[in-house]
């Protein structure tokens, strides 16, 4: 029998056929209005639906990890997120996220040096309310996972932050630098 | 009198200040319903508009050079928008442009050789309506202009393509690759 | 065999149960963008849509006779409007009507003096829009079939007119009553 | 000095330049989100903007006694409604209120006897979050008030409930008669 080593074309194929991977964690990106009880909740992630709104045709794979206010993740939520990046066998990575805690989860990211390009974004207004920032940046977020080099970012506000110089500024509610 | 030579650090000094040029020439992104006429029409830009629902926090300088349906576009309007470009201080350029013939503009300006970063998009709905994909190209095509190197690039679809190889499936309505 | 005549119950069911029809024609209440061609153009009604938007508890029969701009209408059209108001079971009928020709369609309806509510109502922006008057005008008119004697009415701009005496400026988009 | 007495026809002049008085109490109708915070809260009404986008053209009068939730309401916020109910000239008055003690207010003011045509309405999503019922319950609330006679009455779900005989059920959200 003649075998040929074909290892090194699958990596080929593989990346021929890599998705952008989206995974789905909450925040405000996310909530709806439950007018029974007149609070905010989270029901399914809207994230196909604004992919299709844009019109989207990259090739992307989205997975739920959780729906939760980033006020509420723990140090466990947040190293499920880091090790999902890592195993997952996309390189470039959106996270969606609730803002306020945002910095955290990239700071753990960056410190992980994961070598793929994983970029965090997330709506000061939730999607289902209309006047949202949510469908403006998750365009920028995925267009960024494209085209920056491999490293943690924070994408918000229609620019990108890397993971060790951003903090979101609590009065005004955007995001800046450290200074 | 001992005079010093800042003329150096003046291009620091604009670069530092360097803001985003949005060039507004039409499209379908900015088009409104008239309702009198019961027709489409163009009245003001959107864009400052969408970059306030984004939340932007980066530098632009809007200007609006027409506002038609880039059907109706000549030679003499694209020569307009490569001049433009070439004359603005800006280095990184977004322009909202018609999808129809938006390949048109991206070839004079790659042929034009500007050494600049500009990036065309537009929307397939126009913005006002509601189900837009307008805010979600902005935000791509502001992302893409601040990481992409010099060229001239076409942002649809969550995508980008370089201005020679790229061009409108008249059928579907999504951007693709030249075969 | 012993009968019992029921014929002055049947009556009493059928008011028991008896739905407010819906009678759909177009109109730039139905519209929508067709972002291929550019163009509006009619696809299916959203008037269920709009009744579970308004959480509508109102029993309802929703009927489409035709999605034409009133514009296009011709006295065959108007009159198998007239003719499915007098066939059918329902006293209580919202018409939904191009602005541009409602009070035509209104007039021949007077004519036929046909002892039932009948109330005309329309939109001069698209529903799918965004900005659009069809969801309070449909509330209104929904109202004002309810709570108006037999008779034919328009319902537009917050108001009834009764057919004989309502004309639409076609200046101004308004409707108000003839001088 | 020859006097005239024109008592009698300043009660027509008045009548015919009465509006229909909409006093504001807040309630879900009118909530918006506050992105700094995440929580819902009331700033200005949206009344006039809902007038608008329906191209309301009827003579109104609005007046915002209070923006509170009504399960926050006192008997004293309820007396006074009922007082600027009794006080203002106006003949003809829509309440906007939260759902959940509408029907509290409505009977304080029904047992008031006010012989003036009084309907209440509110919202079950605030019509700042775009599904809002809010358009249409103010539509229909504003066609009610014209055409019924002098009572007080519940305008939600499309219909009319008299004000001895409703109820919001607070398991499902939708307003019905007592049994």
Chains 1, 2, 3, 4 share one sequence.
């Not at 075998?3 to 090194?8: A, E, F």
């Not at 289902?128 to 085209?147: C, E, I, P, R, T």
Request: charged residues 25%; positive net charge; contains cysteine.
């Amino acid at each position: 029998m003649l075998t040929y080593d074909v290892t090194p074309y699958l990596s080929f194929f593989s990346f021929a056929f890599m998705a952008i991977k989206i995974l789905i964690t909450g925040g405000t990106f996310d909530k709806e209005y439950d007018e029974l009880s007149g609070k905010l909740f989270f029901k399914d992630t809207h994230v196909p639906e604004i992919l299709e709104r844009g019109r989207s045709r990259i090739k992307t794979q989205v997975r739920t990890l959780m729906m939760i206010d980033s006020l509420e993740m723990t140090e466990a939520d947040r190293d499920l997120i880091v090790s999902h990046c890592k195993q997952c066998k996309e390189t470039q990575i959106v996270v969606t996220h609730g803002t306020d805690t945002m910095e955290a989860t990239a700071r753990k990211l960056g410190k992980a040096k994961l070598n793929k390009t994983i970029v965090l974004t997330g709506a000061m207004v939730p999607y289902k309310f209309g006047s949202s920032d949510g469908l403006f940046n998750l365009g920028a977020a995925l267009a960024f996972v494209q085209s920056l080099p491999a490293g943690v970012y924070v994408a918000m506000n229609g620019k990108y932050f890397t993971w060790d110089n951003v903090r979101k500024n609590k009065s005004s509610g955007f995001f800046e630098e450290l200074k």
